[in-house]
């Protein structure tokens, strides 16, 4: 049963190109949650998502960033116009159920570099 | 908002010494999850805690769940060299609508142990 698998894993871009960020979920896992980490720092929640479905994005900025989770194929976390500060790493996790008492497994990440 | 504060942010030991971080949060948690990030690697999750004055074992880490269900710690015997790494704590509030994947992380302790 393989991972939470994210691709591309690093990601360069020049300020204002845009950027995509793609995440496939465990089998069977229906529900996926995207973070963003500074260096040393915390993880950061932006979206969760179910199939066709934003459930949470509370943690998302409101302009340029964009998340869904197609019926069929994998999640992508989108960023429009990005500028330097977009540079970090961009965690996907996923989970079997919606309940918070399951554990998350998290993907490799991206990490997004914006020159 | 809800925040989870986790203290040191860096702890440097010998390899044998024990090793203690610390997560208090703001309001009073549903209950908290464990991850430990490897250097740059992807977290990984380690346990979760529920109930009011919770504790459990892993081998050399034990995990604390305290009475007010406010704070948390993770203590490890023995460190050794493959314990390097980030800890981080997660935990999500009771009673949070519309936020149902919402895990707030803290911003972890960084571990180093010199052999």
């Known amino acids: 049963n393989a991972g939470v698998m994210q691709n591309p894993r690093h990601l360069v871009r020049r300020r204002g190109q845009e950027a995509r960020l793609r995440c496939s979920p465990m089998?069977?896992?229906?529900?996926v949650y995207w973070y963003r980490q500074l260096p040393e720092e915390g993880l950061k929640f932006m979206v969760y998502?179910?199939?066709?479905?934003?459930?949470?994005e509370s943690g998302m900025p409101k302009e340029r960033f964009s998340a869904e989770f197609p019926k069929e194929g994998p999640s992508i976390l989108r960023i429009q116009q990005v500028v330097r500060g977009d540079s970090a790493a961009y965690f996907c996790?996923?989970?079997?159920?919606?309940?918070?008492?399951?554990?998350?497994?998290f993907g490799p990440g991206t990490r997004l570099t914006v020159l | 908002g809800q925040q989870v504060m986790q203290i040191p942010q860096y702890q440097h030991v010998q390899e044998g010494e024990d090793f203690t971080t610390y997560c208090n949060s703001s309001?009073?948690?549903?209950?908290i999850q464990w991850y430990k990030q490897r250097p740059g690697g992807h977290p990984v999750f380690l346990i979760q805690?529920?109930?009011?004055?919770e504790v459990k074992k892993q081998k050399r880490l034990t995990f604390q769940f305290g009475e007010a269900k406010k704070n948390s710690s993770l203590h490890i015997t023995a460190t050794q060299t493959t314990d390097v790494g980030t800890y981080f704590c997660a935990g999500v509030g009771p009673n949070v609508v519309g936020s149902q994947g919402n895990l707030i992380f803290g911003k972890g302790t960084k571990l180093s142990v010199k052999p």
């Open positions: 805690l529920v109930k009011s004055g």
């Open positions: 089998k069977g896992h229906s529900h």
């Open positions: 996790a996923s989970s079997p159920s919606a309940m918070l008492d399951n554990e998350q497994f």
């Open positions: 998502l179910q199939k066709e479905n934003i459930i949470d």
């Open positions: 309001t009073t948690l549903s209950n």
